[in-house]
């Protein structure tokens, strides 16, 4: 089923107020993503306004994010969502604001942890 969003944006309602738009259909079946499934996945983050504010890019970090299912994810959102894709599928998702609620602790959390990672300080002394 085709619908509009209350922003007016058009997509494939796939149920829990999240609407996907497929950019890249991927290939082969759909996998069975049972508990313990790892998807390894880019992903970016907009604003749903007039100028699609970007807030994260996974791909300016070093690895991909990694979602284990089955354990309470932050995000229902995000696992219902990269449930719908096939292998090799890119896909943009819209969703209510009330779903994205937990995002930004997410965010803040997958930031300090890139920055962390490419910190090149150290604390040393000199001891005389």
């Known amino acids: 089923a085709v619908v ?3 922003s007016g944006h058009y997509g494939r309602d796939i149920g829990k107020g999240i609407h996907k738009d497929i950019q890249y259909p991927g290939k082969g079946p759909l996998p069975k993503y049972q508990k313990d499934t790892k998807a390894l996945f880019h992903f970016r983050t907009y604003i749903n306004n007039d100028e699609r504010t970007l807030i994260d890019d996974s791909r300016a970090w070093d690895e991909p994010f990694e ?3 089955g354990h309470s994810f932050q995000l229902e959102s995000w696992e219902n969502g990269i449930k719908s894709m096939r ?3 890119r896909s ?3 969703c ?3 779903k994205c609620l937990g995002y930004t602790k997410l965010s803040k959390t997958l930031r300090d942890m890139h920055k962390k990672e490419k910190s090149t300080d150290c604390d040393s002394a000199l001891i005389p």
């Open 92 to 94: 943009m998702f819209y």
């Open 87 to 89: 292998p090799g599928e």
């Open 96 to 98: 209510i604001p009330e």
């Open 4 to 6: 509009s969003t209350q």
């Open 67 to 69: 979602l284990l299912f």
